[in-house]
């Protein structure tokens, strides 16, 4: 039953949504200026017009009533924004900001134009809030160790720096001596495999070889300290070799 | 004629001497070696009979039984006549017994344990015997009365108790186990806290609650602290806890990575690895307040996991990778004298003395892609025995002070559960079910 409803409701939006895309295209067809009147005998008057906007000034987001009067126009077209209208008529009209609206009489007789300017007062601003002082442009220090710091990977059941990681270290090695004043913890880590005890001595040794390499670099071995974690903090859980490569690691934590 | 006399004496003297020694070695410890088909002492049990009919006197009573069959059961000493070959009736007192009954081919139990209960006054009283069925001058082993509270707590202490008296009596002298615990690591509330439990898996609750992470606990010798590893702070480090009133005792913050701490026999110091001095980890000991730090170990790598010679405390057993890759080695309690153990290979770790000092228990994975497995190492003959069949890995394996069983995790079904069971590594048994469970620790006999 209920499925029927909604299917009949569907061809009633349906049907109505047609009808309503019909009707509305009939619209513009109203609008389409009427045959131009047969040619004069006589020379044809001058067509005239005037507009006025009242009031000619607003606050924003006020309407102003536009009115005008054309006479032997055979086309009144007022812009911006409205296009031909009537010979005689009266519009209401919400400008954003201060505009000048032309109209403009059209006649076998010649051309007239005539302007309305309406004046749109716009708020001030609100006063600008008092911000605090801008970041300086550079980033934090934890977001530089973040990216110039990289973990440091090993090879099963080994401590020692593969040449894949010498680079890293190096660089690492740079930061530390341009920031003097950045402590660190360096946590070894193993993959699940093995002992969990064993693990626990492989990661410290980890975390010592690569605490090593730096103090060879120039860093005050002072600035760092070392923890294992052994096989406690995987930061990859599946059981393959990519996932265990990623945990056998020496990472970074800036001592505060 | 000579020679075939001589020769048929010297067969009839080795059989003889062989059997005197098999009987000096069958005695009280039931011997090791993988399903070496030792039977036990047969026993029956029939049910003890709730003397009251109300709910509560039903309830505790089959607790009791169950506790008791199951103590009796593991206990590595009985074997027990499977109640359906039991005569019919109710065994509450010493006229339900007829002893002709129970001796009858199919049965044929040597020893009947039987009694009744009485759960009143807010207690559960157990009027509990032992006959030797075999000994008509003198049946009674064992006539006690034991009682406690009418909680099921109350019903399981009773029936340990009572379990234990007649594992002592009939296993040679050597205390039962079924008052022991167990400490272990669980990660069932989200960070890996301390836990102990009672040596069957029951009554099991949380002894810390750092939300950080906790591993590697060791009993101290009188069961009343436990000295464990400790990240609290963001560094491994040892903290020891009572385990009665969980109250913190200092132990001297080493630095580096601190782990694996484990009491020496006497109690008075911890022996434990910690990188502090260097670049991985030794073995030091210090006294068990952390004070007096020794190095016993000076080599290249992982130095972890010691464990001390329980009988004699002369001797340390620990892991190296000194030789490439994880081994177990023993030197004396000075450093001095450094042997490896286990020569074939293949990965050897988490040592665990027997409390005989005779054995050592330990995980050996003997291929990268093989799991680990439990083997006990016979100091003497240098033979290796499997207890465990892999099914997943089996790690670190824990003596109870009997010397007759083992608690060890295992993965296999799984997640990392405890599990105990025999020293010949049957009658395996789950002891946790929820989470993710590690490094059991069996303690002494606790002082009652």
Same mark, same amino acid.
Request: with cysteine.
């Given at each position: 039953?209920?499925?029927?409803?909604?299917?009949?409701?569907?061809?009633?939006?349906?049907?109505?949504?047609?009808?309503?895309?019909?009707?509305?295209?009939?619209?513009?067809?109203?609008?389409?200026?009427?045959?131009?009147?047969?040619?004069?005998?006589?020379?044809?008057?001058?067509?005239?017009?005037?507009?006025?906007?009242?009031?000619?000034?607003?606050?924003?987001?006020?309407?102003?009533?536009?009115?005008?009067?054309?006479?032997?126009?055979?086309?009144?077209?007022?812009?911006?924004?409205?296009?031909?209208?009537?010979?005689?008529?009266?519009?209401?009209?919400?400008?954003?900001?201060?505009?000048?609206?032309?109209?403009?009489?059209?006649?076998?007789?010649?051309?007239?134009?005539?302007?309305?300017?309406?004046?749109?007062?716009?708020?001030?601003?609100?006063?600008?809030?008092?911000?605090?002082?801008?970041?300086?442009?550079?980033?934090?220090?934890?977001?530089?160790?973040?990216?110039?710091?990289?973990?440091?990977?090993?090879?099963?059941?080994?401590?020692?720096?593969?040449?894949?990681?010498?680079?890293?270290?190096?660089?690492?090695?740079?930061?530390?001596?341009?920031?003097?004043?950045?402590?660190?913890?360096?946590?070894?880590?193993?993959?699940?495999?093995?002992?969990?005890e064993?693990?626990?001595?492989?990661?410290?040794?980890?975390?010592?070889?690569?605490?090593?390499?730096?103090?060879?670099?120039?860093?005050?071995?002072?600035?760092?300290?070392?923890?294992?974690?052994?096989?406690?903090?995987?930061?990859?859980?599946?059981?393959?070799?990519?996932?265990?490569?990623?945990?056998?690691?020496?990472?970074?934590?800036?001592?505060? | 004629?000579?020679?075939?006399?001589?020769?048929?004496?010297?067969?009839?003297?080795?059989?003889?001497?062989?059997?005197?020694?098999?009987?000096? $070695?069958?005695?009280?410890?039931?011997?090791?070696?993988?399903?070496?088909? $030792?039977?036990?002492?047969?026993?029956?049990?029939?049910?003890?009979?709730?003397?009251? +009919?109300?709910?509560?006197?039903?309830?505790?009573?089959?607790?009791?039984?169950?506790?008791?069959?199951?103590?009796?059961?593991?206990?590595? $000493?009985?074997?027990?006549?499977?109640?359906?070959?039991?005569?019919?009736?109710?065994?509450?007192?010493?006229?339900?017994?007829?002893?002709?009954?129970?001796?009858?081919?199919?049965?044929? +139990?040597?020893?009947?344990?039987? *009694?009744?209960?009485? $759960?009143?006054?807010?207690?559960?009283?157990?009027?509990?015997?032992?006959?030797?069925?075999?000994?008509?001058?003198?049946?009674?082993?064992?006539? /006690?009365?034991?009682?406690?509270?009418?909680?099921?707590?109350? +019903?399981?202490?009773?029936?340990?108790?009572?379990?234990?008296?007649?594992?002592?009596?009939?296993?040679?002298? =050597?205390?039962?186990?079924?008052?022991?615990k167990i400490a272990y690591i669980s990660?069932?509330?989200?960070?890996k806290e301390l836990y102990m439990?009672?040596?069957? *898996?029951?009554?099991?609750?949380?002894l810390t609650?750092?939300?950080?992470?906790v591993l590697t606990p060791s009993w101290s010798?009188?069961?009343?602290k436990i000295a464990f590893t400790s990240?609290?702070?963001?560094?491994?480090?040892i903290e020891i806890l009572?385990r009665?009133?969980?109250?913190?005792?200092?132990?001297?913050?080493?630095?580096?990575?601190?782990t694996t701490p484990v009491w020496?026999?006497?109690?008075?110091?911890?022996?434990?690895?910690?990188?502090?001095?260097?670049?991985?980890?030794?073995?030091?000991?210090?006294? #068990?307040?952390?004070?007096?730090?020794?190095?016993?170990?000076?080599?290249?790598?992982?130095?972890?996991?010691?464990?001390?010679?329980?009988?004699?405390?002369?001797? =340390?057993?620990? !892991?190296?990778?000194?030789?490439?890759?994880?081994? =177990?080695?023993?030197?004396?309690?000075? *450093?001095?004298?450094?042997?490896?153990?286990?020569?074939?290979?293949?990965?050897?770790?988490?040592?665990? #003395?027997?409390?005989?000092?005779?054995?050592?228990?330990?995980?050996?994975?003997?291929?990268?892609?093989?799991?680990?497995?439990?083997?006990?190492?016979?100091?003497?003959?240098? /033979?290796?025995?499997?207890?465990?069949?892999? +099914?997943?890995?089996?790690?670190r394996?824990t003596?109870?002070?009997?010397?007759?069983?083992?608690a060890?995790?295992?993965?296999?079904?799984?997640?990392?559960?405890i599990?105990?069971?025999?020293?010949?590594?049957?009658? !395996?048994?789950?002891?946790?079910?929820?989470?993710?469970n590690q490094g059991p620790a069996w303690s002494?006999?606790?002082?009652?």
């Amino acid at each position: 039953m209920t499925v029927f409803r909604f299917k009949n409701l569907g061809l009633l939006l349906l049907f109505l949504l047609v009808f309503v895309t019909f009707s509305c295209s009939k619209k513009p067809v109203a609008v389409q200026p009427p045959p131009p009147p047969p040619p004069p005998v006589v020379p044809a008057p001058a067509p005239t017009i005037t507009l006025r906007a009242n009031p000619a000034t607003v606050e924003r987001g006020q309407p102003v009533t536009l009115a005008w009067q054309a006479q032997n126009a055979a086309t009144v077209q007022i812009d911006p924004g409205i296009g031909a209208v009537m010979a005689t008529g009266n519009r209401m009209v919400n400008p954003a900001s201060s505009v000048t609206y032309t109209a403009k009489a059209t006649g076998p007789g010649g051309e007239a134009t005539d302007i309305a300017r309406v004046t749109v007062n716009v708020p001030p601003p609100p006063p600008p809030v008092e911000r605090p002082a801008p970041k300086p442009p550079d980033v934090s220090i934890d977001e530089l160790l973040r990216q110039r710091v990289q973990d440091v990977l090993f090879d099963y059941d080994k401590s020692d720096i593969r040449p894949s990681e010498v680079a890293k270290l190096q660089a690492s090695a740079a930061f530390f001596k341009e920031h003097s004043e950045v402590r660190v913890t360096i946590d070894g880590n193993a993959d699940e495999r093995g002992s969990q005890e064993y693990n626990l001595g492989l990661g410290d040794r980890r975390a010592n070889t690569v605490k090593e390499f730096l103090v060879m670099q120039g860093v005050n071995a002072n600035r760092m300290m070392t923890v294992s974690y052994g096989e406690e903090r995987p930061v990859c859980r599946e059981q393959t070799e990519d996932c265990y490569q990623k945990n056998r690691r020496a990472g970074f934590t800036r001592n505060p | 004629m000579m020679k075939k006399i001589l020769a048929l004496a010297i067969v009839v003297a080795a059989v003889t001497f062989s059997r005197g020694l098999y009987a000096r $070695v069958q005695t009280p410890q039931i011997q090791t070696g993988t399903r070496s088909g $030792v039977i036990g002492v047969k026993i029956a049990v029939p049910e003890f009979q709730p003397l009251g +009919a109300d709910a509560k006197s039903l309830q505790l009573t089959e607790l009791f039984n169950k506790v008791l069959w199951d103590d009796l059961d593991y206990s590595g $000493v009985l074997t027990l006549v499977s109640r359906s070959f039991y005569p019919l009736g109710k065994f509450s007192g010493p006229g339900d017994i007829k002893p002709e009954d129970w001796t009858a081919p199919a049965i044929d +139990a040597q020893f009947i344990a039987f *009694g009744n209960s009485r $759960v009143g006054d807010g207690r559960i009283t157990v009027e509990a015997r032992l006959w030797d069925l075999k000994r008509p001058d003198n049946r009674e082993a064992i006539g /006690k009365r034991l009682g406690s509270t009418d909680t099921e707590e109350g +019903a399981r202490l009773i029936a340990h108790q009572f379990a234990d008296l007649i594992i002592e009596l009939i296993g040679g002298g =050597i205390k039962g186990v079924s008052l022991t615990k167990i400490a272990y690591i669980s990660d069932r509330t989200g960070a890996k806290e301390l836990y102990m439990m009672d040596y069957d *898996g029951n009554d099991s609750h949380a002894l810390t609650n750092e939300k950080s992470i906790v591993l590697t606990p060791s009993w101290s010798p009188d069961g009343e602290k436990i000295a464990f590893t400790s990240f609290k702070l963001n560094q491994a480090n040892i903290e020891i806890l009572s385990r009665i009133d969980r109250k913190p005792y200092n132990f001297v913050r080493q630095g580096g990575t601190t782990t694996t701490p484990v009491w020496s026999p006497d109690g008075s110091k911890i022996a434990y690895a910690t990188s502090r001095d260097g670049s991985d980890t030794e073995i030091y000991v210090a006294d #068990w307040n952390g004070r007096n730090a020794k190095r016993l170990t000076v080599s290249k790598g992982v130095d972890i996991s010691p464990f001390w010679n329980p009988r004699t405390g002369r001797e =340390i057993a620990f !892991v190296s990778d000194r030789s490439g890759t994880a081994q =177990i080695y023993i030197m004396d309690a000075e *450093g001095t004298n450094v042997r490896r153990i286990i020569m074939d290979g293949g990965t050897a770790v988490n040592p665990a #003395w027997s409390p005989d000092g005779q054995r050592i228990a330990f995980a050996w994975q003997k291929s990268r892609t093989s799991y680990f497995d439990i083997y006990v190492h016979d100091l003497a003959s240098g /033979k290796n025995d499997q207890l465990t069949q892999s +099914a997943g890995d089996n790690e670190r394996p824990t003596w109870s002070p009997d010397g007759r069983h083992l608690a060890f995790e295992s993965t296999r079904n799984g997640s990392s559960h405890i599990y105990s069971m025999l020293a010949d590594g049957t009658k !395996v048994r789950q002891l946790t079910q929820s989470g993710k469970n590690q490094g059991p620790a069996w303690s002494g006999y606790l002082g009652q």
